[in-house]
């Protein structure tokens, strides 16, 4: 009751924090100044689920960071050369404890990263991002990998992404809030 009632204000925290930097005045393209100054992961409300110790998806996990940071400095040319490295890797990463349906969708948000605007590539890259936590709860990973959140995203439906550091930077927004959001989930290596 206590961690749901903590986590509760973690999230509202998170809201009033995002929020309040996200004022016209704050993101006007007049003045060239983001708000990039909201709060970071509560240690507190981090959660670390255990996954397995494998190499398998080494390097698509690699081509998916080298994706997430291209977005983070909204650079949709880097994006799509990530994703084009990530779909190689995909390729190889393939095997027979992989769902069907799981490879489609990773897959059809990849091609999407690659032929979309830094606007579409954002919003499949977040699927994509869902995609890939399953995968690595799958298979396992060769390094920890942090789950990360920001509640403002789509009109404040909220999206997640994946990180290989626990420093927080928004992919989902990129230099307009490069800070907003926390740290959720640890996926950590046994």
Known sequence: M????????????ALVSCNSGSGDSDLSADSGQHDTEHFSENENA?????????DQI???LDSYFVTKDALK??????????IAQFVVNLDEAKADNVPADLLTSLESNSEAIQQGDIAVQREHFEKLSHDMKELVLLVGA???VYQQYCPMYKNDEGGMWLSQHEDLLNPLFGSQMLKCGFNQEKLAVQ
Not at 46 to 54: A, D, G, M, N
Not at 73 to 82: F, I
Request: glycine share 6%.
């Open 2 to 13: 206590k961690k749901n009632v903590f986590f509760s204000l973690a999230i509202a925290a």
């Open 142 to 144: 060769d390094r920890d």
């Open 73 to 82: 400095d909204d650079n949709a040319e880097g994006a799509k050369e990530g």
């Open 58 to 60: 080494s390097n698509l």
């Open 46 to 54: 981090l959660e670390t689920v255990q996954i397995e110790k494998s």
